[in-house]
């Protein structure tokens, strides 16, 4: 369990160090108005993500993935309506 | 916060308010995230948000701002903050927050402030004011008391 949550810690810590390289320097050397800047980068970072989720996956686990998204819409909606889960 | 800013902050004006309001929504959506990481796929749930910040903002700024709409000379430098950003990144966040609290995960997320100044002071020679020392020291202070009472 210990070990579990280290692994969780040490994965927060690298996402936040990524966020802040970026930050401190990417987006520093970045003249692109920071209107266009997310929604271009996040369309990249769809790309990364998506090739990664289809990488060896089967035709049944990506089918999964509609399944998923209803979850996602229903759970946000509930939030919105009740103001908890 | 305040501290790190200082003296930025001495007047308030619509660029704080922007951050505040950012920052109340971010909140809003760890806790979701944390939730959604019980039953679904971390890299479910990223290719998920990817999809809809890029589908919603692109349309709203295609209508708002229709020329000019992109500056292809930086396409590349937006291409890396997009893959690491926004893709390794949040991939790693929702990981660890399957993991741990979403309280102690937004604590942590205080740290990439300090390491944008330390990484400002070290590649762009920004000078790092007493103020902003004292205040990344109460930020890992802070961090860690959170982490050891909630553990």
Same mark, same amino acid.
């Given at each position: 369990?210990?070990?579990?949550k280290k692994r969780g810690y040490a994965e927060i810590i690298s996402?936040?160090?990524?966020?802040?390289?970026?930050?401190?320097?990417?987006?520093?050397?970045?003249?692109?108005?920071?209107?266009?800047?997310?929604?271009?980068?996040?369309?990249?970072?769809?790309?990364?993500?998506?090739?990664?989720?289809?990488?060896?996956?089967?035709?049944?686990?990506?089918?999964?993935?509609?399944?998923?998204?209803?979850?996602?819409?229903?759970?946000?909606?509930?939030?919105?309506?009740?103001?908890?889960? | 916060?305040?501290?790190?800013?200082?003296?930025?902050?001495?007047?308030?004006?619509?660029?704080?308010?922007?951050?505040?309001?950012?920052?109340?929504?971010?909140?809003?959506?760890?806790?979701?995230?944390?939730?959604?990481?019980?039953?679904?796929?971390?890299?479910?749930?990223?290719?998920?948000?990817?999809? %809809?910040?890029?589908?919603?903002?692109?349309?709203?700024?295609?209508?708002?701002?229709?020329?000019?709409?992109?500056?292809?000379?930086?396409?590349?430098?937006?291409?890396?903050?997009?893959?690491?950003?926004?893709?390794?990144?949040?991939? %790693? %966040?929702?990981?660890g927050?399957?993991k741990v609290?979403?309280?102690n995960a937004?604590?942590l997320?205080?740290?990439?402030?300090?390491?944008?100044?330390?990484?400002?002071?070290?590649?762009?020679?920004?000078?790092?004011?007493?103020?902003?020392?004292?205040?990344?020291?109460?930020?890992?202070?802070?961090?860690?008391?959170?982490i050891?009472?909630?553990d």
């Amino acid at each position: 369990m210990e070990k579990y949550k280290k692994r969780g810690y040490a994965e927060i810590i690298s996402a936040v160090s990524i966020w802040g390289i970026n930050s401190g320097i990417i987006v520093k050397k970045i003249t692109t108005p920071a209107f266009y800047l997310y929604p271009v980068a996040s369309l990249f970072g769809l790309i990364m993500v998506t090739l990664a989720l289809f990488k060896n996956r089967t035709l049944s686990q990506i089918k999964s993935v509609d399944r998923k998204l209803t979850l996602v819409i229903v759970e946000v909606l509930i939030f919105l309506n009740n103001g908890s889960f | 916060m305040v501290l790190i800013l200082s003296p930025q902050i001495s007047a308030i004006n619509i660029g704080i308010i922007a951050g505040l309001a950012s920052a109340i929504f971010y909140a809003t959506h760890t806790i979701i995230e944390k939730r959604l990481t019980l039953s679904v796929d971390p890299l479910v749930e990223v290719f998920y948000k990817n999809s %809809f910040a890029a589908a919603l903002s692109l349309i709203a700024i295609y209508l708002m701002y229709s020329q000019n709409f992109l500056i292809f000379s930086e396409i590349s430098k937006i291409a890396f903050l997009g893959i690491t950003a926004l893709g390794f990144g949040f991939i %790693f %966040f929702f990981k660890g927050l399957g993991k741990v609290s979403s309280q102690n995960a937004m604590t942590l997320t205080y740290l990439e402030a300090l390491i944008a100044i330390v990484l400002g002071s070290i590649v762009f020679g920004e000078a790092i004011e007493t103020n902003t020392i004292l205040g990344g020291l109460l930020i890992i202070g802070a961090g860690i008391a959170v982490i050891k009472i909630n553990d």
